[in-house]
């Protein structure tokens, strides 16, 4: 159903994937993270393909060095928010479609809303610790993430389908060393454009896509190479260990068979829950900031928070946070896990640090005790062996060997969301 105007307009290519290929283009959001040069590339090209929607993020402004590269702003845009140039230039390219200007920098919330909107993501970004965060977003959500980056006459780019192929993270586990590379314009198009061909040829089903593959643009020497890559199955993004930890969560809250259907989760989401933050390994420092975090968005999605903890974990709990900003009412552990098991208190959900063996007994008493559901988190050396020997009760219990906070936020995160 397509009008006139628009068949002339995309006649060329309805020859490659016919009127229903159009019709999935013009149905499709595409997100697009960045306006620089591969934004202006990747926007320009899913733009005149009439993709029917494109949301753009973009916090900076345009910057007299952009203009070699970032195609999308004019001499005249200089000072002028990027996301709102790419926009404005878009709509005059193809005014059939929808352009949503969004002049934010992109960061872990946002992110999740915006992708949430979206059929497939663009990575144009130009760092890799945003890049992570897009990473998550997309494999949280479940949406194809095309990458692309250049640096100077060099470029790359793959395609990532949640689930099925390695994520960016398998491919690229730390970030490589940040600097302000040289940059072409012509690299930026190269790339670009075969990131918007991959979307196009997602979006319409036609092809082969670059899953599975990295591939590499040498421009100096004018060759096209490819890597092979393979899902690490120890990537702290999409590795076994955080699908185990999406199965227990679901197990926990009965959304074992309801998956696609938001409504478990918008029920679990709104309910006030009572949870217990058990800090049984005193005098550990990174056990008070993950513990600090957790309390944090607990508060934030509205659950009623204790602390329970020795003396000396209560008193680092409060020197890092003075103020008592993000904690709940505290406790002394022993006093806690008394009235527990005189049935005197409960709680719904349990989070038990696990990294000393008074963390482990704290936790294993709870098991048995408590009706909440209980989440243990060990971390640190010896995490795996740890593991391995807890043996509580299984029904209510989550326990998990982590190597680094960072990825303990990432599995925190999925538990309480
Ligand atoms: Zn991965």
Redesign the pocket.
């Known amino acids: 159903m397509l009008g006139l105007a628009e068949d002339a307009r995309y006649e060329r290519q309805i020859r490659l994937f016919g009127a229903e290929g159009q019709k999935r283009l013009k149905r499709a959001t595409a997100l697009i993270v960045g306006a620089g040069g591969l934004g202006s590339s990747v926007s320009t090209y899913l733009a005149v393909a009439g993709i029917g929607r494109l949301i753009i993020i973009d916090g900076d402004v345009v910057e007299e060095s952009n203009l070699n590269r970032q195609i999308l702003h004019w001499t005249r845009d200089i000072g002028r928010s990027k996301a709102v140039s790419a926009a404005e230039t878009i709509e005059g390219l193809n005014p059939e479609i929808e352009v949503e200007a969004v002049v934010e920098f992109a960061y872990e919330d946002n992110l999740a809303d915006f992708v949430k909107e979206a059929d497939i993501v663009v990575d144009a970004l130009d760092n890799f610790s945003s890049r992570y965060l897009l990473n998550r977003a997309a494999?949280d959500r479940g949406v194809p993430l095309f990458h692309g980056a250049i640096s100077g006459f060099d470029g790359q780019a793959t395609t990532i389908i949640p689930k099925t192929t390695?994520?960016?993270?398998?491919i690229f586990p730390r970030s490589p060393p940040k600097e302000k590379s040289p940059a072409i314009g012509a690299t930026c198009g190269v790339i670009g454009s075969i990131q918007a061909s991959e979307v196009i040829k997602y979006l319409t089903g036609k092809g082969e896509l670059l899953c599975g593959r990295l591939l590499i643009w040498d421009g100096l020497r004018a060759r096209c190479d490819e890597i092979p890559i393979e899902?690490?199955p120890r990537?702290?993004?999409?590795?076994e260990v955080q699908a185990n930890f999406k199965q227990a969560r679901r197990r926990c809250y009965g959304m074992e068979s309801s998956e696609s259907s938001g409504d478990a989760a918008s029920e679990m989401k709104s309910g006030k829950r009572r949870v217990l933050l058990l800090l049984g390994c005193p005098e550990v420092p990174v056990q008070t900031s993950i513990a600090l975090y957790l309390a944090f968005r607990l508060r934030k999605r509205g659950d009623e928070v204790v602390v329970a903890g020795t003396g000396a974990a209560l008193k680092l709990t409060k020197f890092a946070d003075p103020e008592g900003h993000y904690l709940g009412e505290t406790m002394n552990i022993d006093r806690c896990i008394g009235s527990i098991s005189e049935g005197k208190m409960d709680f719904d959900l349990c989070f038990a640090f696990a990294h000393s063996d008074a963390g482990i007994t704290y936790a294993g008493t709870m098991s048995y005790i408590s009706k909440a559901e209980l989440f243990v988190l060990i971390f640190g050396r010896g995490a795996e062996e740890l593991e391995k020997t807890v043996e509580f009760d299984c029904r209510k219990l989550v326990a998990k060997a982590v190597h680094d906070p960072m990825s303990l936020k990432k599995l925190i995160d999925e538990v309480i969301d």
């Open positions: 494999l390695p994520c960016l993270r398998c899902k690490n990537c702290m993004d999409c590795c």
